[in-house]
C-alpha cells in the first residue's frame, strides 16, 4: 500500500511532465502499463529522491529491462552545477546550468542567527528526535523557482532581465538533490527556502508539486514546516496555497514599504494586489499554532527606513501573527538605491521592538561570493528598464 503525501490537505497536482515528477501512485500506473508489477513503484520512486540516484543503471534491485526502459524515458538529472563558490563563512552559492543552457542559482546556507531565512526551533516548535544515524549539523538550501523574474522589484537582483521562462516541478525538486549531494559530509540539509530567482507563486502549479515531492515521506521527506515560501504578495495564490496546504507552508512576505504610493514605485505588484487586500490575506492565512508569517522589510536609504515607517508598519500589521526580518539592501549594478547605515538599521528595529513587534536583522551571508539573489545567473544579461524612484522620500 503508498504511503500517503503528507498531513496537510492533498492539493490537486497539475500532472508530471516527465519522470522525476511522478508521485509513487503515478509510477504505480505508468509500470502496470508496461508490465511490471505496481510494488516497483516506491522502489524507483526511493532510489530517485530519497537515495538520491538518477542513473537507471545503478538501480540495482530492478530489473534490467526495467532500467532500460528508465533511461528510454529521459531519467536524467535536470540541473548540473556549472560554478560553485564557497564563502568564508561556509555560505556556499552554485550556478545550476539547465538543459535548454539557462541558468539558475542555489545557495546552501549554515544556520543559526536571528533573522537568518529559515524558520528556528525558537517558536514552540519542538523538533522530532532525528535518527540516530542523521547528519548532526543542519543547513539551509535557498532555490529558485522560475529563470528571472516578472515581478520587477527596483531592489532586486533576480528580474533585470525579467522573466525568462518558468521552471518545472523536475527542475525545482533537482536543485534539492543537488544541494543534498554537495552538503558536506555531517551536514544535513533540514530547511529549503524558496527565496531565490523568481515569484515561487508566480509559478504555482510546478512549486505545488514539487513542495508534495519534496515533502513525501517515501522520498526526501521534508517536513512541510521546515520549507518557506516567499512571495511579494500574490493574493490569489497566497489563499490557494493556505487552501491546499492547510497552512503548513511557512509564508513569507516581501512587504518593503507601508504606503501603497511608496510600495506601488518600489514593487509594481501592489498595483494588483495593494496593502489592504494584502494584510486581508494574510489574517484569513490559516496558520498553525504558535506559527508566524514572516514579513521581509528591505532598507533603503531616504525611501523606507524612517522611524515613523517602523511605527506604521507596526499599525498595518495589527492582527497579523507576525515577525519581521529587516535586510540591509544588497547593492545592484546601475542601481542609485542603496542601504542605510547600521545605525539607522538599529534605530529602525529598536522603535519596532518598542512597538510590540518582533524584529531581526537579516545579518549579510556570502557577500564575498556576489550576495545578491541572482547575481551569478543574469550576469551580462540585458537589463530590463525600471520605474524612476529617485525622486521623493
Known amino acids: 500500500m ?51 540516484v538518477l542513473d537507471p543503471e545503478q538501480m540495482t534491485d530492478l530489473p534490467k529491462a526495467l532500467r532500460a526502459r528508465l533511461a528510454e524515458e529521459g531519467l536524467t538529472a535536470p540541473v548540473e552545477v556549472a560554478l560553485f563558490h564557497r564563502s568564508a563563512d561556509g555560505t ?5 546550468r539547465l538543459a535548454d543552457g539557462k541558468d539558475i542559482e542555489s545557495v546552501l546556507l549554515p544556520q543559526g ?24 549539523t543542519p543547513i539551509s538550501q535557498c532555490i ?28 525545482i525538486v533537482g536543485q534539492v538533490l543537488v544541494g543534498r549531494s554537495r552538503a558536506e559530509p555531517g551536514e544535513h540539509v ?16 510546478a512549486v505545488a508539486r514539487a513542495l508534495v515531492l519534496l515533502s513525501h515521506p517515501d522520498g526526501i521527506g521534508l517536513s512541510t514546516r521546515r520549507v518557506t515560501l516567499s512571495t511579494s504578495g500574490l493574493v490569489p495564490q497566497i489563499e490557494r496555497l493556505g487552501r491546499d496546504f492547510g497552512g503548513l507552508v511557512q509564508l513569507a512576505v516581501s512587504l518593503h514599504a507601508v504606503t501603497d504610493e511608496k510600495r506601488s514605485l518600489l514593487m509594481p505588484v501592489n498595483r494588483k494586489h495593494p496593502l489592504d487586500e494584502l494584510m486581508e490575506a494574510l489574517r484569513r492565512y490559516p496558520l498553525p499554532p504558535r506559527r508566524r508569517i514572516t514579513i521581509e522589510y528591505t532598507l533603503i536609504a531616504g525611501k523606507n527606513d524612517d522611524p515613523r515607517d517602523a511605527e506604521a508598519l507596526a499599525r498595518l500589521l495589527r492582527g497579523v501573527p507576525a515577525k519581521v526580518n529587516l535586510i540591509p539592501m544588497n547593492g545592484v549594478e546601475g542601481s542609485p538605491l542603496a542601504a542605510p547605515g547600521m545605525g539607522g538599521v538599529e534605530a529602525f528595529q529598536q522603535r519596532l521592538l518598542a512597538c510590540g513587534v518582533a524584529a531581526f536583522v537579516r545579518r549579510t ?7 545578491a539573489c541572482g547575481q551569478l545567473a543574469l550576469h551580462g544579461e540585458k537589463r530590463k528598464v525600471r520605474v524612476d524612484v529617485t525622486a521623493g522620500g
Open 365 to 371: 551571508r556570502g557577500d564575498d561570493i556576489a550576495a
Open 190 to 205: 533540514r530547511n529549503v527556502v524558496l527565496m531565490g530567482m523568481g515569484e515561487p507563486l508566480h509559478n504555482y502549479d
Open 144 to 171: 529558485s523557482t522560475q529563470v528571472g523574474c516578472a515581478m520587477g522589484c527596483v531592489f532586486c537582483a533576480s528580474g533585470v532581465a525579467g522573466l525568462k521562462r518558468h521552471l518545472t516541478a523536475a527542475e
Open 2 to 52: 503508498l504511503a500517503p503525501v503528507m498531513a496537510a490537505p492533498r492539493p490537486v497536482l497539475a500532472p508530471p511532465r516527465g519522470p522525476l515528477e511522478r508521485l509513487p501512485e503515478e509510477w504505480a500506473e505508468v509500470l502496470a502499463a508496461w508490465g511490471q508489477p505496481r510494488y516497483r513503484a516506491l522502489q524507483v520512486f526511493r532510489w530517485i529522491h530519497q537515495r538520491n
Open 92 to 96: 556556499r552559492k552554485m550556478l545550476l
Open 113 to 136: 542567527a536571528p533573522g537568518d531565512l529559515a524558520p528556528t526551533d525558537d517558536e514552540g516548535e519542538a523538533e522530532s528526535e532525528p535518527p540516530r544515524d542523521a547528519p548532526k
